[in-house]
């Protein structure tokens, strides 16, 4: 998390020990845990050491969407920090290893140390500006560009903490799941990733994806890094 924070924002030694002094439970988690219910008062921000994790919300009749991803680093409850209730769920994607800090702690660091409350500021505008994105992506891209959108983002996020190969990474999502966050059906994604593999956008060895065609892919994606805000990182 605090390499993560000084990305976009500077931090003093002390703020990082302050960071690292914080109370905190490690725990392992199963696939497809609750770290965060939709109704509940939050106690916890959770941290996620390693794995992967995402938002989702629930309709009334309990259709899922899936509205953000979450890598290694991200702190999977800055948006619940000063709010009473949770307005939405967080689950594990895969197998995760999960720092809980209590909340008031957290707080109160925010207030006593400005570049930190500052951090956490940033990195909540980013989350916000990254749930714009994918609004855009599913109003108005077609199958193709918003499966290629997604595959783009996931490259570029892991890309910037050293967790994607040259030749591409493991993709942690299913094809219910990745139709879930691209308000697709799972028959469409699967003819959808067929399509991008016979232009030659993509390469799969299982759930290993690959991309011989950077550029096109992220053409047809019409896919830019603005909305992540690296070109501001320090």
């Not at 895969?94 to 720092?99: E, G, H, I, K, P």
């Not at 399509?195 to 690959?210: C, K, P, Q, V, W």
């Amino acid at each position: 998390m605090v390499r993560k924070l000084e990305i976009h924002t500077p931090l003093q030694p002390s703020d990082r020990a302050a960071l690292l002094a914080l109370p905190h439970t490690i725990r392992t988690y199963d696939p497809s845990a609750y770290l965060v219910r939709e109704g509940e008062a939050p106690e916890h921000c959770a941290v996620l050491l390693s794995g992967f994790a995402y938002r989702q919300k629930l309709t009334g009749s309990g259709m899922r969407q899936i509205v953000s991803m979450h890598v290694p680093g991200d702190a999977l409850d800055f948006q619940h920090l000063f709010l009473a209730v949770a307005d939405h769920n967080v689950q594990t994607l895969t197998r995760a290893d999960v720092a809980t800090i209590p909340r008031p702690a957290l707080r109160e660091l925010a207030r006593s140390h400005a570049a930190i409350g500052n951090a956490i500021f940033v990195a909540t505008l980013i989350e916000g500006s990254i749930a714009r994105e994918w609004v855009l992506n599913i109003g108005r891209r077609d199958a193709r560009s918003r499966l290629a959108h997604l595959l783009c983002e996931f490259a570029v996020r892991l890309d910037v903490l050293g967790l994607s190969g040259d030749h591409g990474y493991e993709l942690p999502m299913s094809q219910e799941q990745l139709a879930d966050a691209l308000g697709l059906t799972a028959v469409h994604v699967n003819r959808t990733i067929k399509s991008l593999e016979t232009d030659g956008l993509i390469t799969r060895n299982r759930r290993r994806i690959s991309f011989p065609r950077w550029d096109a892919l992220r053409d047809l994606a019409d896919f830019s890094t603005r909305y992540l805000h690296l070109e501001h990182a320090n």
